[in-house]
């Protein structure tokens, strides 16, 4: 059997198991079953290992990174979701945070589903090394931003729960979770204007100038500045809680706006459909 | 009065109300299609169409308002950083030292050992300072000038950038392989050698390339195969491989085959035959014809597989027909027999120059380096002294507080 068999095999058992995962944590939010818990993480761990597992198969496939046309780039933004996640975890061991992150990459997996598949060239424009460089920050950038999302969440659940006086043991506390999200936005931000660099750089390679408005560019521009304006306010005002937390949505709505929106209903020369 | 203004003015309050402003303004332009003719605002937003001209939706980027909103952003960040420099600039010196925060946690316990802790601090990069009952230590002191260095990133990139469009030099070009364009102000000659595609086993096209050559008084300076992505670059101008089409070849002849008239035709051009007011219009050239299913004619690959031209002609102004021809297929009208063949591939060129480019490079340098300052390498205090051990820090006092305690449980005495 070839390899696109297995391609496609691995991609569908990752997705089925970031399903079961989301439902598992799920469970455990409102169950708040230790071993439920567990068995998500796992359940998350192995799913991202096998989504690994297809992705590698899809490099050898097409002799390039999985970074050519729509489908590859949803796919791709979803394992940097589970990667950061897992990286998270495994520092912090707050089981909870799946339960808002996991969510979130299945969604995008389920995006990238919907897309066509089939494995093409690169189109002359791609052709650089700069393309690398660019697409995997802009990855780990919104990887981060979709775990803070999904820790800001818990935060504002955490917030609703005290105040009702019967905090929920299993979520760990809400201003850890309020820190723990600025910390991540922040390494999010740094890879973001990190995209718009390298983004300028090689548009002055491959379009002649470094910044021409093309919608992509104007709306990674106002999502750096709606994460500008947050970490302005988080620094200097003492911004918390609950204002922070809603920020840190609106940012990776904003985000998300970027990603799909604009190829969607702004195409412009950065529409790789 | 006028104080009151001017602190608003470098304050950060005006500072998040521009990029509240910017943003929304940039917003406007990425749904407001950009750059067309008056008429057309008027006619597709009806009422709304003068008020996007009044306010420039039209054209936001380069509109008076945009750089306005840009101007002020500069002022109050500059205004900023120049009222906050002083103060950071004490900080770097080693008598500054913070109070502890209200908040701040004591990680005080008996259990731990502090002469120990202070050899770690110490190997950690701490500066270790005595206090009256115990010491106090610093580190990354340089942290603290984090976000006037990014801040001056900004200002460079924004006013570098501004400066370099004032000055930049562009254009487009269209040549065929053995044509060449001359830049008199710079005193050379671009010529092109060839111009050609190169296609992978499925017949889609790879890459184009061009064969550049520069001529500087009678003699070639310098030759380059440029294609997208890679550029040549010559006195400060770089000549980027942007587009490409195809000329075909129109010959007009009588019903005794005497040629009357040739021109060369782009894809989309117009040819004039004044003597029967004949309009032949080069609906398009296809290299690899077929018609796909909303019935229009494509062209499959680049490579000259199955060439047709399709072809309109009209008579004062006035439709007549329309031809599927392949190369010298005569299309017959009236006494009139016309070809088209003989299609060649022209490169397009832009060519530009702009030295803000190297401006917001540095720019870029600076703002990276300030945020990597500001969001690890933020200054960390510590002060020890009877029974209290006081984290002190501005940025993360949650993630240093955790680092603290995971360094003062290695000094354990347990
Ligand atoms: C100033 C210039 C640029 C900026 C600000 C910029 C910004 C971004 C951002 C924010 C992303 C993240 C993904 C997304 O939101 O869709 C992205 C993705 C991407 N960029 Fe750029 N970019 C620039 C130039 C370029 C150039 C010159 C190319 C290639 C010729 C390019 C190719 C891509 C590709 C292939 C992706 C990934 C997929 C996608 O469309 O989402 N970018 N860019």
Known sequence: ?273 | MIKKIGRFIIGLKFAIILFILIAIYSIIGTVIPQGATKEFYLHNYESFGNIILLLQFNKVYSSFIYRTLLLLFIVNITGCTIKLLPSQIARLKDDYFPAPGKSAENLWDEKYDTEEFKNILEKKGFKIYKSENGYKAAKNRIGVLGSSITHLGIIIIILGSFIGNLFAYEGYINLLPGESTAFVEQGFILKLDDFYLGFREDGSTEQYYSELKIIEEGKEVEAKKIWVNNPLKYKGINFYQSSFGWVSELTIKDSEGNIIEKASLKNNEYHFYQPKHLTVYLYGYYPDFAIDHEGQPVTITQQKKHPHYAVILYEFNNYVDSFITSPGQPIYYEDLEITFEDSSLYTGLTYRRDFGYYFVLIGCLFMFVGLLLSFYLYPRFVIVGDKTILPVTKQNIWGYTMQLKNLLSSTSKQ
Not at chain 1, 199 to 207: D, M, R, S, T
């Open chain 1, 1 to 273: 059997m070839s390899l696109v068999y297995f391609e496609e095999l691995f991609f569908t058992l990752a997705f089925i198991i970031y399903i079961i995962a989301s439902i598992g944590f799920f469970v455990f939010l409102v169950s708040s079953k230790e071993k439920v818990g567990k068995f998500s993480v796992t359940a998350s761990t192995i799913g991202f290992v096998i989504h690994t597992i297809a992705m590698i198969l899809r490099i050898i496939e097409s002799g390039r990174l999985p970074f050519s046309n729509q489908f590859e780039f949803a796919n791709s933004f979803t394992w940097a979701i589970v990667l950061c996640y897992l990286v998270i975890h495994y520092i912090y061991k707050f089981t909870a945070v799946g339960g808002f992150v996991m969510p979130l990459a299945f969604l995008m997996m389920g995006y990238a589903s919907m897309l066509p598949k089939t494995i093409k060239p690169l189109m002359p424009a791609l052709q650089s090394r700069w393309l690398t460089i660019h697409v995997g920050t802009a990855i780990i950038s919104y990887g981060s931003f979709a775990v803070a999302t999904g820790l800001s969440l818990m935060y504002l659940i955490n917030e609703r729960h005290k105040v009702k006086d019967k905090k929920i043991s299993h979520l760990p506390d809400a201003e850890v979770c309020d820190y723990l999200s600025y910390r991540v936005t922040a390494f999010g931000y740094l890879m973001l204007t990190l995209v718009i660099v390298t983004g300028a750089i090689w548009a002055k390679k491959a379009w002649s100038r470094y910044w021409g408005w093309d919608p992509k560019e104007t709306w990674s521009l106002i999502t750096w500045i709606i994460y500008s304006t947050y970490l302005h306010l988080r620094f200097n005002r003492g911004w918390k809680g609950k204002t922070a937390a809603w920020f840190s949505i609106i940012g990776f709505l904003c985000v998300i706006f970027t990603f799909i929106g604009v190829n969607v209903l702004l195409p412009g020369l950065h529409s790789y459909r």
